[in-house]
């Protein structure tokens, strides 16, 4: 099986920045997208920003010109640069990843999400 852990998460003031990271790890598995979703207390999980594994990104309309995924792929990892937060952004941050994995000499589809990371922007 595959796992996600996220970090990078906190408390900033409005204005300020936070980066988050997050790890897949497991024994046989390769990994397509990667993404970034939230969800604030009363509201829907939705998504911030995703990539593919030859670098096409894709954001919220909401987080364009303030935030930036990337990833290292040879580390299983991607980022979240998050700059000039505001109050609205906070919410409990999941990373998410599709692939395969090997499980008893056969390849099957995973599509995981992490136990997810808290943000909190003060105003």
């Known amino acids: 099986q595959v796992q996600l852990v996220e970090s990078g998460g906190g408390l900033v003031q409005a204005g300020g920045s936070l980066r988050l990271s997050c790890t897949a790890s497991?024994?046989?598995?390769?990994?397509?997208?990667m993404g970034w979703y939230r969800q604030a207390p009363g509201k829907q999980r939705e998504l911030v920003a995703a990539?593919?594994?030859?670098?096409?990104?894709n954001y919220a309309d909401s987080v364009k010109g303030r935030f930036t995924i990337s990833r290292d792929n040879a580390k299983n990892m991607v980022y979240l640069q998050m700059n000039s937060l505001k109050p609205e952004d906070t919410a409990v941050y999941y990373c998410?990843?599709?692939?395969?994995?090997?499980?008893?000499?056969?390849?099957?589809?995973?599509?995981?999400w992490g136990q997810g990371t808290q943000v909190t922007v003060s105003s």
């Open positions: 998410n990843a599709d692939g395969s994995f090997q499980s008893t000499l056969v390849w099957r589809p995973y599509d995981r």
């Open positions: 497991g024994r046989l598995f390769t990994i397509n997208d």
């Open positions: 990539i593919t594994r030859s670098g096409s990104t």
